[in-house]
């Protein structure tokens, strides 16, 4: 069975940092390249971050707004995928979800093949 679990989210002041786990069942982590994407209220699903399987080189690619404030890592003991997150900003505001795909290059475009249920990151003062 496939599972991706997302955790983390959470209330954070702007400026501040919150990091988001995706666990995944192992075959999942090993084949499949892993992305994050997020959905603010009233506005289009956005890839924000992925990675590589763990079979492949593990690279990563970021949309250009979080590039510099947050990093994608993986955990191979724990098939666990984490988006840190820095220097939060109000329009970081979203339901964050993570998703994996059967390819060996991560690119945030494309069809995702399974999806998280969503963690909610709220950005305010």
């Known amino acids: 069975q496939v599972q991706l679990v997302e955790s983390g989210g959470g209330l954070v002041q702007p400026g501040g940092s919150l990091r988001l786990s995706c666990a995944v069942s192992?075959?999942?982590?090993?084949?499949?390249?892993i992305g994050w994407f997020r959905q603010a209220p009233g506005k289009e699903r956005e890839g924000v971050s992925c990675i590589s399987s763990s079979r492949s080189d593990s690279s990563t690619s970021y949309t250009d707004s979080v590039k510099g404030r947050f990093t994608i890592s993986r955990d191979n003991a724990k098939n666990t995928v984490y988006l840190q997150m820095n220097s939060l900003k109000p329009e970081d505001t979203a339901v964050y979800y993570c998703?994996?795909?059967?390819?060996?290059?991560?690119?945030?475009?494309?069809?995702?093949?399974?999806w998280g249920q969503g963690t909610q990151v709220t950005v305010s003062s």
């Open positions: 998703a994996a795909r059967l390819a060996t290059v991560c690119v945030l475009s494309g069809q995702y093949d399974y």
């Open positions: 192992k075959f999942i982590f090993d084949y499949y390249v």
